[in-house]
C-alpha cells in the first residue's frame, strides 16, 4: 500500500511539479511569495518524482547505485539538514538572501530524509512483483521419488 502511495506522490511530481513545490514553500518559508525560482527548479522536480517512481517499480532491478544514492541523502538529511537545506536552496532559487525560513523547516527536512530512505528500503523489497513459483528456491521443489529395485536372491 505505501509502495502505491509513493509511486502516485512521484507520479504527480512529474506531472504537476508546481503544486508540489508551492506546497514545500508555504510550509518552509515565511515569505512564499518573495521565490524567484530557478528554471531547472522544475526539472529536479521532475526528477526527483522519476526516481521515486523508478526505484520502486523496478525494485531490484533498480539501479543499486541510485537506491545508495538516495538512501545517503536520506541519512544526510535526517541526520545533519541544515548544510542541505541551504544547498538546496541555493540550487531552487536566485533570491536565497530574501527567503525567510520558518522554524520547522529541520524537522520537515529530516521527515524528508525519512521518506528518501523509505523508498531506498522498499524499492530492495521484492515482495511484489514475484510470483509463487519465483519465491522458492530448488531444494523446495518436489522431486520424483526414485525407485526402489528388488534384487532377487
Same mark, same amino acid.
Not at 23 to 35: D, S, V, Y
Not at 62 to 76: C, F, H, I, N, Q
Not at 78 to 95: E, F, G, K
Given at each position: 500500500?505505501?509502495?502505491?502511495?509513493?509511486?502516485?506522490?512521484?507520479?504527480? /511530481?512529474? $506531472?504537476?511539479?508546481?503544486?508540489?513545490?508551492?506546497?514545500?514553500? *508555504?510550509?518552509?518559508?515565511?515569505?512564499?511569495?518573495?521565490?524567484?525560482? *530557478?528554471?531547472?527548479?522544475?526539472?529536479?522536480?521532475?526528477?526527483?518524482?522519476?526516481?521515486?517512481?523508478? &526505484?520502486?517499480?523496478?525494485?531490484?532491478?533498480?539501479?543499486?547505485?541510485?537506491?545508495?544514492?538516495?538512501?545517503?541523502?536520506?541519512?544526510?538529511?535526517?541526520?545533519?539538514?541544515?548544510?542541505? $537545506?541551504?544547498?538546496?536552496?541555493?540550487?531552487?532559487?536566485?533570491?536565497?538572501?530574501?527567503?525567510?525560513? *520558518?522554524?520547522?523547516?529541520?524537522?520537515?527536512?529530516?521527515?524528508?530524509?525519512?521518506?528518501?530512505?523509505?523508498?531506498? &528500503?522498499?524499492?530492495?523489497?521484492?515482495? /511484489?512483483?514475484?510470483?509463487?513459483?519465483?519465491?522458492?528456491?530448488?531444494?523446495?521443489?518436489?522431486?520424483?521419488?526414485? +525407485?526402489? +529395485? &528388488? *534384487?532377487?536372491?
Amino acid at each position: 500500500m505505501l509502495r502505491r502511495l509513493l509511486i502516485a506522490f512521484g507520479l504527480v /511530481e512529474i $506531472i504537476v511539479p508546481e503544486p508540489v513545490i508551492e506546497i514545500c514553500e *508555504r510550509i518552509g518559508l515565511r515569505n512564499p511569495a518573495a521565490t524567484q525560482r *530557478r528554471p531547472l527548479a522544475l526539472t529536479g522536480a521532475r526528477l526527483e518524482g522519476l526516481l521515486f517512481v523508478w &526505484l520502486l517499480v523496478r525494485g531490484r532491478e533498480g539501479s543499486t547505485l541510485v537506491t545508495a544514492g538516495l538512501g545517503l541523502a536520506g541519512l544526510a538529511l535526517v541526520l545533519v539538514p541544515r548544510p542541505i $537545506i541551504t544547498l538546496s536552496q541555493h540550487l531552487v532559487y536566485v533570491n536565497t538572501d530574501e527567503l525567510e525560513l *520558518r522554524p520547522w523547516v529541520e524537522p520537515a527536512a529530516r521527515l524528508l530524509g525519512v521518506l528518501y530512505l523509505t523508498v531506498s &528500503l522498499l524499492s530492495r523489497s521484492t515482495d /511484489e512483483g514475484t510470483t509463487t513459483d519465483e519465491t522458492h528456491d530448488e531444494s523446495d521443489r518436489v522431486s520424483p521419488r526414485p +525407485r526402489l +529395485r &528388488l *534384487r532377487s536372491s
